[in-house]
């Protein structure tokens, strides 16, 4: 089955603590996407990936790592989380940008920081 | 800058009226995607839109593009509870803008009244 999965799917921790939350893909899709989602702020974009070893910042990407070693894994890092990334996250991909790209998305992670 | 505004946020409406979302961008990227987010779900792809003048269809829900104007309209047709949801739409900055964002509006939330 094609699909988009995140792991966790929730996450409590404390300030400061290093988290990674896991994205993987299995559609052999080249664009892969972090968005974190807060309450009327609609789905910002954290980080982008065109391809392996191809990243990007969107446009919220202060505090945020990326890394995409593999065409499938592309990993979200919090070096040292704070109160203001709780949220719910959401990994993304599509096949490429230069035709459709529609978005298939994971089941999200809500992480709380405390 | 990239941006993407949607109107109304909140819509109430009752069980068979017809209403349409509009949304409003400023790049000059000519896709248009519409997705869909149930309550404490992930987001669905409904629509892509991908020249001037497309238009796609779903059941009771209607999607348009006019890329000179930079705007998108849902349309819902005689509404069903069922279509009490979130939705979204966004757009790519797509190579003519030089950037490979992934914008999306704000979202309109739905509630579909019997």
């Known amino acids: 089955e094609a699909q988009v999965t995140q792991n966790p799917r929730y996450l409590i921790t404390v300030t400061g603590k290093k988290l990674t939350v896991t994205c993987s893909q299995n559609?052999?899709?080249?664009?892969m996407s972090w968005y974190r989602q807060d309450p009327g702020l609609g789905l910002r974009q954290i980080y982008y990936?065109?391809?392996?070893?191809?990243?990007d910042k969107g446009d919220v990407p202060e505090g945020y790592k990326v890394s995409r070693k593999e065409k499938r894994n592309f990993p979200l890092i919090l070096e040292s989380p704070s109160p203001n990334q709780t949220s719910l996250y959401f990994c993304?991909?599509?096949?490429?940008?230069?035709?459709?790209?529609?978005?298939?998305f994971g089941p999200g992670t809500r992480l709380t920081v405390t | 800058e990239l941006k993407v505004e949607q109107n109304p946020l909140f819509l109430s409406m009752q069980e068979g009226k017809n209403y349409t979302i509009y949304c409003n961008y400023s790049?000059?990227?000519?896709?248009l995607y519409w997705y869909r987010q149930d309550p404490g779900k992930s987001l669905e792809s409904l629509f892509v839109?991908?020249?001037?003048?497309a238009v796609k269809q779903e059941g009771r829900l209607m999607a348009s593009l006019d890329t000179k104007a930079r705007l998108s309209t849902l349309h819902i047709t005689a509404a069903v509870h069922d279509l009490s949801a979130t939705y979204f739409c966004?757009?790519?900055?797509?190579?003519?803008?030089?950037?490979?964002?992934?914008?999306f509006g704000t979202g309109t939330r739905l509630k579909v009244l019997a």
């Open positions: 993304a991909s599509s096949l490429s940008l230069a035709g459709v790209s529609e978005q298939y």
């Open positions: 559609m052999n899709h080249e664009y």
């Open positions: 990936s065109m391809n392996v070893e191809v990243t």
């Open positions: 790049t000059t990227s000519d896709r």
């Open positions: 839109l991908l020249s001037n003048g």
């Open positions: 966004a757009v790519d900055g797509g190579s003519t803008s030089g950037t490979y964002k992934y914008i």
